[in-house]
């Protein structure tokens, strides 16, 4: 399910959508606030342009509703019904969440959405 192939992979891991082999992102960190944002222009291994058009990440912002979305939901549940707290605690829990997670919400969006117009192509990844 995890494996290099799946598009699962490619999202966890922000790695290359055509080849899998490296990093999109500068710097992998999505908390090095600065170089969140920050992406290679293309892949050193098999030349794929990540930035297809002029904004085309814009479109990560409606993938980002729901990424989070599902950390509100999820924090609510584990906060409100697994813990036990208040209604307005876990409405605390629930903008806490979002605030932590920010960058990785920020991340597994445009990982999200560069896959859905990409597809793993198993002669562009590195033979070994």
Not at 13 to 18: I, S, Y
Not at 61 to 87: D, E, K, Q, R
Request: proline share 4%.
């Amino acid at each position: 399910m995890f494996k290099k192939g799946s598009k699962i992979y490619s999202i966890i891991t922000g790695a290359c959508p055509k080849c899998q082999e490296e990093s999109m992102y500068e710097d992998p960190n999505p908390y090095n606030v600065s170089k969140l944002f920050s992406m290679h222009e293309r892949c050193s291994n098999c030349n794929t342009k990540y930035k297809i058009e002029p904004s085309f990440f814009y479109g990560a912002m409606y993938v980002s509703y729901a990424v989070g979305i599902a950390f509100g939901v999820a924090a609510f549940v584990i906060s409100y019904l697994f813990i036990g707290s208040s209604l307005k605690t876990a409405f605390l829990a629930i903008v806490g969440a979002l605030i932590v997670f920010y960058p990785v919400i920020v991340r597994l969006s445009r990982n999200i959405w560069i896959n859905i117009f990409m597809s793993y192509d198993k002669k562009l990844a590195k033979k070994s």
